[in-house]
């Protein structure tokens, strides 16, 4: 059973950064696809950001591409989102997401398998 921890949420100014974490337990083989999600009160989850276990492909949501950046470091099971330039519209509970059956980067969650608890980004002055 695969399991997802998110860290690195808080409270931040606008304009300033945080660099959430997501790290995966558990039995991984193979190629698998890590997104990122986001869910505002009143709002539907948003797709932010997605890469293959490769890093080889990644995918942004326009409204934070070049500020987000996503990575992986496979030696430690971890996928970081680097958030720069934040806004207060990115406020969210945050959670990273692991599709190991379709394999496949996307910002459609559907297809992603195992999620994570969340983490809470506020991003307020």
């Known amino acids: 059973q695969l399991q997802l921890v998110e860290s690195g949420g808080g409270l931040v100014q606008p304009g300033g950064s945080l660099r959430l974490s997501c790290a995966a337990s558990g039995f991984i083989s193979g190629y698998y696809a890590i997104g990122w999600f986001r869910q505002a009160p009143g709002k539907e989850r948003e797709g932010v950001s997605c890469l293959s276990s490769t890093g080889g492909t990644t995918y942004y949501a326009d409204s934070v591409k070049g500020r987000f950046t996503i990575s992986i470091d496979n030696a430690k099971n971890t996928v970081y989102l680097q958030m720069n330039s934040l806004k207060p519209e990115d406020t969210a509970v945050y959670y990273c997401?692991?599709?190991?059956?379709?394999?496949?980067?996307?910002?459609?969650?559907?297809?992603?398998?195992?999620w994570g608890q969340g983490t809470q980004v506020t991003v307020s002055s």
């Open positions: 997401a692991a599709d190991l059956t379709f394999r496949r980067c996307t910002l459609n969650g559907g297809p992603y398998d195992y």
